[in-house]
């Protein structure tokens, strides 16, 4: 396990920790109420972390061998016009989702506001929030894939795995001990990255849509029209 291969992967965490579900969630925690805004966060961070670990160790353990024995069903052509039109339609739903076009067509503008509780309720949107971003965590199924490549044992890869999700939980923690420091002066700082993030939220999920609709697409166009 060499250096390069570290880096490479503690890179790859620190673009998962820029994701809404890994720091704009967080934010509006840290914003969210005077009592126990420290409590909730960790909770919601270590069931978040949590989600990803067991992800990450079943993809590990030989989930995508699994997948390998479809490894023909997949491929055929019933599989390829399937995933045309998954990716056709994903295209389509980001313009439903994108904030330009429903105010053009006089649509209520959807921002999402996670809902603030208890320690139940932070679970369930820590696990929500992983299994809304497992379809798009890119960064981390490249890591998967690095960590695969280069051949890892258990004794190996789960530690590594251990630490890439606390690399990848690492700035909210941060801002939390820094609020915890500063107090009411850093909260002018979170609420402009709060609205900031609020605003814009919908236009990256509707780009991250499109984006991986147009992929689809194309995958499948490749393989149905090449001859």
């Avoid at 060499?2 to 998962?16: H, I």
């Avoid at 105010?103 to 503008?109: I, K, L, N, Q, Y």
Wanted: hydrophobic content about 50%.
């Amino acid at each position: 396990m060499t250096t390069g291969l570290l880096l490479a992967l503690a890179g790859l965490a620190l673009v998962d920790s820029t994701s809404f579900g890994t720091l704009g969630i967080p934010v509006y925690l840290l914003l969210a109420g005077e009592r126990s805004r420290g409590a909730r966060l960790l909770v919601y961070l270590g069931t978040l972390a949590g989600f990803y670990f067991l992800v990450g160790a079943a993809l590990m353990l030989g989930l995508t061998r699994v997948m390998d024995d479809f490894g023909d069903a997949l491929r055929s052509p019933p599989a390829y016009w399937a995933q045309l039109a998954l990716g056709v339609g994903l295209f389509g739903l980001s313009f439903w989702l994108d904030p330009k076009w429903r105010r053009r067509h006089g649509r209520p503008e959807r921002r999402f506001q996670p809902r603030v509780g208890g320690p139940r309720v932070m679970a369930l949107l820590g696990l929500t929030a992983g299994l809304v971003e497992v379809a798009t965590m890119l960064p981390y199924l490249a890591a998967i894939g690095v960590m695969t490549s280069a051949g890892l044992t258990a004794a190996q890869w789960v530690p590594v795995l251990a630490g890439y999700v606390l690399i990848m939980i690492a700035p909210p923690l941060l801002l939390l001990g820094l609020r915890q420091v500063a107090g009411d002066r850093l909260d002018r700082g979170l609420k402009r990255l709060r609205d900031w993030m609020d605003r814009n939220s919908a236009s990256a999920v509707s780009w991250t849509v499109c984006v991986v609709g147009v992929l689809l697409a194309l995958d499948a166009a490749g393989y149905l029209f090449s001859g």
